[in-house]
């Protein structure tokens, strides 16, 4: 595929859903939209790994400010569990780790599901970007150092086998919170089988609220560009925001934000601290907080 850049667009501001492609970093995944589009900002929600695929979410201008605002949403994922052996790294980059000769029967499997629902600790995979006294758990991993990671609470709202694909291989779909790494969840639901196993394919189908019905191929993006018409791809910035409550401004208050400055809330039953959306005529102008009587401005995009 060409990296060819088309068309130059640094005033774009919103997001842009890639369906990322197997064995490419999400950093490079960027890199490649970035000089497609000509833009000087541009960052993205929830890495992938690059044995990954599925939905990437890529904020541009304006729209990398609600970033952090798209992190404690929701993820789902379909992945595949190869039984039989597991790997350094939890997935089929590694090398082989332990084998066993159990292979569990689709029965044996949906036993244990229960085990890995609601909220549950989860030791995450000793090859991943968590820093341990400052530096990357899989830099450390790499030299072949110990890495010690501790548990930590993660929820996993659904987990559902659906099928089995070949004799040692079965394929699942979870929809889990932040910090949830799937290589791990497949690690320990081979473990409890009795068996070993590592994710042998991953693929994100949503992303906060950005699902994979939003996503783009990289290929379909290159060819917009190139006919000049990719703006009809970008979502607006307040897709992002959609659990975040909306309020309306008057013309007067609109010119206060549109300076940064505050003025006084005739909102109700708001709570002090917490984030809401500022709109005029349905256009997000700000992201606002309340103090005492005030409303303050927090992040404004005008």
Same mark, same amino acid.
């Given at each position: 595929?060409?990296?060819?850049?088309?068309?130059?667009?640094?005033?774009?501001?919103?997001?842009?859903?890639?369906?990322? !492609?197997?064995?490419?970093?999400?950093?490079?995944?960027?890199?490649?939209?970035?000089?497609?589009?000509?833009?000087?900002?541009?960052?993205?929600?929830?890495?992938?790994?690059?044995?990954?695929?599925?939905?990437?979410?890529?904020?541009?201008?304006?729209?990398?400010?609600?970033?952090?605002?798209?992190?404690?949403?929701?993820?789902?994922?379909?992945?595949?569990?190869?039984?039989?052996?597991?790997?350094?790294?939890?997935?089929?980059?590694?090398?082989?780790?332990? /084998?066993?000769?159990?292979?569990?029967?689709?029965?044996?499997?949906?036993?244990?599901?229960?085990? %890995? @629902?609601?909220?549950?600790? @989860?030791?995450? !995979?000793? %090859?991943?970007?968590?820093? #341990?006294?400052?530096?990357?758990?899989?830099?450390?991993?790499?030299?072949?150092?110990?890495?010690?990671?501790?548990?930590? =609470?993660?929820?996993?709202?659904?987990?559902?086998?659906?099928?089995?694909?070949?004799?040692?291989?079965?394929?699942?779909?979870?929809?889990?919170?932040?910090?949830?790494?799937? +290589?791990?969840?497949?690690?320990?639901?081979?473990?409890? #089988?009795?068996?070993?196993?590592?994710?042998?394919?991953? +693929?994100?189908?949503?992303?906060?609220?950005?699902?994979?019905?939003?996503?783009?191929?990289?290929?379909?993006?290159?060819?917009?560009?190139?006919?000049?018409?990719?703006?009809?791809?970008?979502? !607006? #910035?307040?897709?992002?925001?959609?659990?975040?409550?909306?309020?309306?401004?008057? =013309?007067?208050?609109?010119?206060?934000?549109?300076?940064?400055?505050? %003025?006084?809330?005739?909102?109700?039953?708001?709570?002090?601290?917490?984030?809401?959306?500022?709109?005029?005529?349905?256009?997000?102008?700000?992201?606002?907080?309340?103090? /005492?009587?005030?409303?303050?401005?927090?992040?404004? %995009?005008?």
């Amino acid at each position: 595929m060409s990296e060819k850049k088309a068309l130059p667009s640094s005033d774009i501001n919103g997001w842009l859903i890639l369906d990322k !492609p197997y064995q490419m970093s999400s950093a490079r995944a960027v890199a490649i939209v970035k000089r497609l589009l000509g833009v000087s900002k541009i960052g993205h929600a929830g890495t992938l790994d690059p044995l990954a695929t599925g939905v990437l979410p890529l904020a541009i201008g304006k729209a990398t400010r609600t970033i952090a605002f798209t992190m404690d949403g929701q993820k789902e994922y379909e992945f595949e569990i190869t039984f039989g052996q597991s790997r350094t790294t939890d997935d089929l980059e590694g090398d082989v780790l332990e /084998e066993s000769s159990f292979l569990p029967t689709k029965e044996d499997i949906e036993k244990v599901l229960p085990f %890995f @629902q609601g909220k549950i600790k @989860q030791r995450p !995979p000793i %090859f991943s970007a968590l820093k #341990v006294e400052g530096k990357r758990a899989y830099d450390l991993a790499r030299k072949g150092k110990e890495v010690d990671l501790l548990s930590r =609470e993660i929820e996993i709202f659904d987990l559902t086998l659906l099928a089995q694909t070949e004799t040692n291989k079965f394929s699942f779909k979870t929809t889990c919170s932040k910090g949830t790494y799937v +290589r791990a969840l497949a690690r320990d639901i081979a473990e409890k #089988v009795g068996s070993k196993g590592f994710v042998s394919a991953l +693929r994100r189908t949503k992303c906060h609220t950005f699902s994979i019905q939003d996503a783009i191929l990289l290929e379909f993006l290159e060819q917009k560009v190139h006919n000049n018409n990719c703006l009809d791809l970008i979502l !607006p #910035v307040r897709t992002a925001l959609t659990d975040i409550l909306e309020l309306a401004l008057t =013309e007067t208050e609109l010119n206060e934000l549109s300076f940064g400055r505050a %003025f006084p809330s005739r909102f109700q039953n708001l709570e002090e601290g917490k984030v809401y959306q500022a709109t005029f005529n349905g256009q997000l102008i700000a992201l606002v907080t309340q103090k /005492e009587d005030m409303i303050l401005p927090y992040k404004v %995009f005008i």
